[in-house]
């Protein structure tokens, strides 16, 4: 079971939160970078042993920029190159202002089957203040014409703490959200990002953020309107209607390979993770002359691996199995972590029902420090 991560670092404007591989104004490079992308897959499969994918998830920037007959193309090169299987996840950030229903019954019938629409928010004053390119009203249009298109499996992104954003407006866009009756829902929190214009604002103090309280309340608005309307949490951002988690990110946060192809992306394959150069110019270029595109690689050792699986796997409501990492690394958990895990327990942050151990309520508000204290 193999799965294949492709980035496209195109979009039409950078937004001020965004600290993505993304570029505005690289419209004449389309063309060339698909070509260079199935330029890379041919080079990896040459070196690696390709298996069936079992999922594919275009992500960027915005890959619903590209045309059609590119995202065809592409598909088809993953086809040929990998073969996918019947029943795989297909996935294509989108993002509203870019789609109508002509073109995503295009995407559904290149074999697209799971799209994740950027909404962000349903006001329009917030959306203004993330930069985004679309309205509220785009948004809604957007899902009606993916699910008019017949794919059912629609993912809504949503952030909390954008700045001047309430407990109130929070509730207001998440009942939007759950309104328009999709499977998956991306709740995340506003990070400030080095490098972003956010950041920039931030260490200016001119960043009217929402303080410690009121992040505190979308958390439990999050909680509540999700338990009710069916939408369990299977990660600590995600949220899904049962036998609608996304496969794709399942898998890397259970740590397990993946396929990465395209500037700035990244793959993690017989131990190694290797990140390619973010430049989709160069990267358009060292493809067509048969270069490495390799900007970074790290080699990890059973020990190192083991600690970014249990580092990861606490994302995960259910937790981490630590059968599973006996199984794969020949490591006892509660030995590895001993006093340091006796601690977390004590504090009531990771609670262990065998072979499970999982961040508590109280823990995933602390998640980073307790990761912290794992890695």
């Not at 309205?135 to 809504?156: F, K």
């Not at 992306?265 to 060292?286: Q, W």
Request: with cysteine; glycine share 6%; proline share 4%.
């Amino acid at each position: 079971m193999a799965h294949l991560y492709i980035h496209i670092p195109f979009c039409l404007s950078k937004c001020s939160y965004c600290s993505f591989v993304s570029y505005p104004g690289l419209e004449h490079l389309y063309d060339r970078y698909i070509n260079a992308l199935m330029t890379e897959m041919r080079m990896l499969t040459s070196v690696y042993e390709p298996q069936p994918l079992d999922t594919v998830f275009l992500g960027g920037g915005t890959p619903s920029l590209l045309s059609v007959e590119n995202i065809s193309s592409l598909l088809h090169s993953c086809r040929e190159r990998f073969e996918i299987k019947a029943q795989a996840e297909i996935s294509m950030e989108i993002n509203p202002k870019t789609v109508d229903f002509m073109q995503v019954l295009s995407l559904k019938n290149c074999g697209i089957n799971r799209v994740s629409l950027g909404v962000q928010s349903f006001i329009d004053t917030e959306l203004q203040r993330l930069e985004r390119i679309h309205n509220a009203q785009e948004a809604w249009d957007a899902v009606e014409s993916v699910r008019n298109a017949g794919i059912a499996n629609i993912n809504l992104d949503l952030i909390s703490g954008i700045p001047g954003q309430s407990v109130d407006s929070w509730r207001w866009n998440l009942q939007s959200a759950i309104a328009l009756n999709p499977n998956h829902l991306s709740l995340y929190q506003l990070s400030i990002e080095e490098k972003t214009g956010f950041f920039e604002q931030f260490a200016g103090g001119r960043l009217p953020l929402p303080d410690e309280d009121e992040i505190a309340g979308m958390d439990e608005v999050t909680a509540e309107l999700c338990r009710s309307a069916g939408y369990n949490q299977y990660e600590i951002s995600n949220y899904a209607r049962p036998g609608f988690e996304c496969r794709h990110n399942i898998n890397y946060w259970l740590n397990e390979e993946y396929f990465g192809v395209g500037a700035g992306a990244v793959r993690y394959l017989t131990g190694e993770r290797i990140k390619n150069i973010e430049d989709p110019l160069l990267y358009c270029e060292k493809m067509e002359r048969g270069e490495s595109v390799v900007k970074e690689s790290e080699s990890l050792g059973p020990e190192a691996s083991f600690r970014e699986s249990v580092v990861m796997g606490l994302r995960m409501v259910e937790g981490v199995s630590s059968e599973r990492l006996l199984s794969r690394y020949g490591i006892d958990l509660q030995l590895y972590y001993k006093e340091t895990l006796e601690k977390l327990l004590e504090l009531s942050l990771l609670e262990f029902h065998k072979p499970y151990l999982r961040l508590t309520a109280k823990g995933r508000a602390l998640a980073n420090q307790v990761m912290a204290d794992l890695v």
